[in-house]
């Protein structure tokens, strides 16, 4: 089974300061994706970024982007220049190649931003 | 994008009785899945919800207790039997289109309490 380890529960960061969340994932198989969602209190889950395995690009989305680390089994997701909005519960997902859109989700860490 | 209308939004049940979540897609989806997300907890599958075959439940979900239904394309149901309060949680739909796409889209989510 594939599991997601995020060790921090939660983060604080200074608004425009940057953040990097990390998250850990164990797994056998060589093809895969893997997300950041973010959860503000209204529950709604977003997407933030997502990156396919196969690329060894970083994914980059404006003020986020991620770092990758196939080998290790390491993607963690950098937010720069943070802003108010961003406080949120944020959670690390994989998801298995033979199961359609189904996700396995880390625990989550929670953000807090002060002015 | 995916539009997704969940109903309730939140509920009040008392133990013992059933509570049935409505899922609403706004256009024709190929996966449609349901989690559970307990009290400062991360998300977990339920099950996955076929459309015209009985669903694909996860390993401690049994079909008895989060019955499902899924009569077409646009539409599903999660049933939660016999609660207790042990079932207090927010339960989300969440929805793939085409093998190509690989974002899952998620509902609000209903807040259950069981008291």
Known sequence: AQTVTQSQPEMSVQEAETVTLSCTYDTSESD???FWYKQ?????MILVIRQEAYKQQNATENRFSVNFQKAAKSFSLKISDSQLGDAAM???AYRRSNSGYALNFGKGTS???TP | SAVISQKPSRDICQRGTSLTIQCQVDSQVTMMFWYRQQP???LTLIATANQGSE???????VIDKFPISRPNLTFSTLTVSNMSPEDSSIYL???GRGLTNTEAFFGQGTRLTVV
């Not at chain 2, 669903?55 to 979900?61: N, V």
């Open chain 1, 40 to 44: 503000p209190p209204s529950r709604q």
């Open chain 1, 90 to 92: 944020y959670f690390c």
């Open chain 2, 40 to 42: 400062g907890q991360s």
């Open chain 1, 32 to 34: 895969y994706y893997l």
């Open chain 2, 93 to 95: 739909c969440s929805v």
């Open chain 1, 111 to 113: 953000l807090l931003v």
């Open chain 2, 55 to 61: 669903a694909t439940y996860e390993s401690g979900f």
